[in-house]
């Protein structure tokens, strides 16, 4: 937001990421597809760098930092609208 003026007003105008920033900035939190999506893109990417890395250490060290990121990612708030509620279906 502050680096670049120009590049700030394209990306919240970006149809994909305009509306995940204006849901972060504005309440902090995360639609619950969105979340959904990015646990899993976190998982396949980490699941693909352990395969890919040789040395077992290393391994293991991504293996704990993807289980630690992926518990603070499961503790972000998510937006729950109205519609998605059992009680309006």
Not at 7 to 22: C, D, V
Not at 25 to 43: E, G, Y
Not at 50 to 66: D, G, Q
Request: charged share 20%; glycine share 2%; net charge positive.
């Amino acid at each position: 937001m502050r680096g670049s003026e120009r590049f700030h007003h394209w990306i919240h105008r970006h149809p994909t990421f305009g509306p995940l920033l204006t849901d972060w900035q504005q309440k902090r939190a995360l639609r619950r597809s969105v979340k959904r999506k990015a646990m899993v893109m976190i998982i396949v990417s980490f699941a693909f760098s352990i395969y890919c890395v040789p040395m077992e250490w290393l391994k293991i060290a991504l293996l704990v930092f993807a289980i630690v990121l992926l518990l603070w990612f499961n503790r972000l708030p998510v937006i729950e609208h109205l519609a998605d509620r059992e009680e309006n279906h």
